[in-house]
């Protein structure tokens, strides 16, 4: 069976967890790490390359593993569903 997550471009990854997911970067380290806080969430550091795409394994991992959200509603937030 293949992964229903899609691959993401950084950015996108980014704003799928600022905007959909509340986080807000707290800070930066060495321009392509960034630790990101969101109320309620765990802290995360996400490693931000520009233009870099990241495969749907790693998208899924971000938002299962690290966000903590299930299956469906990590496939609702990436697809912009929420």
């Given at each position: ?29 060495g ?35 690290q ?11 990436v697809?912009?569903?929420?």
């Amino acid at each position: 069976m293949s992964n229903p997550f899609p691959s993401l471009k950084a950015a996108a990854m980014l704003r799928v967890l600022t905007r959909e997911l509340g986080y807000q970067v707290a800070r930066e380290a060495g321009g392509s790490h960034r630790r990101l806080v969101a109320e309620g969430r765990p802290p995360l550091t996400f490693a931000f390359h520009q233009g870099a795409t990241l495969p749907p394994g790693v998208v899924r991992d971000i938002l299962m593993k690290q966000v903590g959200l299930d299956r469906q509603t990590a496939l609702k937030v990436v697809r912009g569903e929420r």
